[in-house]
């Protein structure tokens, strides 16, 4: 299901271009910025051809009916309120253009839709022949099935969230899946319980995603909740990083543009905010590692000295490590026993090669950065570090052991050939 989209390509995306942001010296600046894809995006024609000019691809809105789950009152109704006739009719009209990459096919449905995105995602992918189809799934925060008289209609549409991303798995044949998860959207200071639900998310699906052989697409924080706050460059960090740990193949930021929140990229006038010049930076980061870490897949994923007790894994259950052996890495560990978060992945082509992903995950909130060392060995192996500057080779000390600095909330890939 490549299409037009190239997928050999880690793929840094946006939510949302409205039109006062849609000159070319915007376009450009979305280029500028390492933005591969725009989302939820209407069907332009002069803004796709300057898409088209800057090598950016959008996923169109309104080529098709739309559908948001929402809170839920919709659940089971999707077939009902859009016939699969009026999808029919939609793609007869259609006109190809070489910017859109991907159609819309909602957002956040509910499990009780599953069955019917299942005929509307095989005739998309039918009907659209440059195009994939894009839909993206509610996060583990959602409500589930089983409410109490207090709780808000069912989102998930089942008892739990890993019986939600089963669900989709069986029904929905897309080869990636697709969610959203704002870590940083409470209204006080981001809590263990948020880090630990935003682990557990991960887990859940990136372990589904190599259980059905999908890709895992991550929709991330760039805005915030309230006015007075932004996300920090290094909140954006931790929140890429971690996900790329689980093998997150496909970044999107929200919001570019007005969409939902405050403090977007570029506020109502189509001006930069102080999250444009953030942005540049981590995904400049995350493109300098991108090649490189899009030649592994992820196997598995270890949480390596967080301790028993560590409040951002001790609400959920997920056993931390004291240090990670793999049989290619050894001991890997943060040097003072710093919580680390390590993505083991072997070569999409066989070749022998092994990769860690790891994110320092000591510092989730950006109250206390520092620089963290890892150590690890291995034996009989040469190291290409991988990190937001570019690569080198590590060389091992007297007693066999590699080590690299990786402050808070960064990440690298360290590779073993």
Excluded at 324 to 345: A, C, R, W, Y
């Amino acid at each position: 299901m490549n299409k037009r989209m190239d997928r050999s390509k880690l793929i840094i995306g946006t939510y949302i271009l409205q039109p006062y942001a849609r000159t070319e010296q915007h376009v450009r600046d979305l280029a500028d910025c390492g933005i591969d894809l725009v989302t939820y995006m209407d069907y332009d024609k002069n803004t796709l051809d300057l898409f088209k000019k800057y090598n950016i691809g959008a996923s169109v809105v309104g080529i098709l009916p739309p559908w948001w789950g929402g809170n839920g009152e919709n659940a089971g109704k999707m077939e009902q309120l859009n016939s699969f006739e009026r999808y029919v009719e939609a793609a007869k009209s259609f006109k190809d253009h070489p910017a859109v990459w991907a159609i819309d096919m909602g957002d956040e449905p509910s499990a009780l839709d599953f069955p019917y995105y299942n005929k509307l995602i095989n005739f998309t992918d039918r009907a659209f022949e440059n195009q994939f189809p894009y839909l993206n799934l509610y996060p583990n925060y959602a409500s589930v099935a089983e409410n109490t008289a207090d709780q808000v209609t069912s989102q998930l549409g089942t008892r739990t969230y890993r019986e939600h991303i089963e669900k989709y798995c069986e029904n929905v044949p897309t080869d990636y899946i697709c969610y959203d998860f704002y870590m940083y959207s409470n209204d006080s200071d981001i809590s263990p319980t948020d880090v630990a639900h935003a682990y557990e998310n991960l887990v859940t699906v990136s372990d589904a995603c190599r259980n059905t052989g999908r890709s895992m697409w991550i929709v991330l924080q760039v805005n915030s909740r309230l006015p007075d706050r932004f996300t920090t460059e290094n909140q954006l960090r931790f929140q890429a990083y971690s996900a790329m740990a689980f093998g997150a193949e496909s970044i999107i930021w929200a919001c570019w543009t007005g969409g939902w929140w405050h403090n977007q990229v570029l506020d109502r006038n189509g001006e930069k905010t102080e999250q444009y010049e953030k942005l540049k930076t981590v995904n400049r980061e995350l493109h300098a590692i991108g090649e490189r870490y899009m030649k592994y897949r992820r196997t598995s994923t270890h949480f390596v000295g967080f301790g028993d007790s560590h409040s951002d894994l001790r609400l959920i259950d997920l056993k931390p490590l004291c240090s990670l052996s793999t049989g290619v890495f050894f001991d890997v560990h943060e040097k003072n026993g710093s919580p680390i978060v390590i993505g083991q992945m072997v070569s999409r082509k066989g070749d022998g090669s092994y990769a860690l992903m790891i994110c320092a995950s000591d510092d989730s909130r950006d109250k206390d950065t520092k620089i963290n060392t890892v150590t690890f060995r291995a034996p009989y192996r040469q190291i290409i570090l991988s990190d937001g500057n570019g690569e080198r080779a590590l060389a091992a000390d007297e007693n066999g052991y590699f080590s690299f600095n990786l402050p808070s909330c960064h990440g690298a890939l360290i590779v073993a050939g």
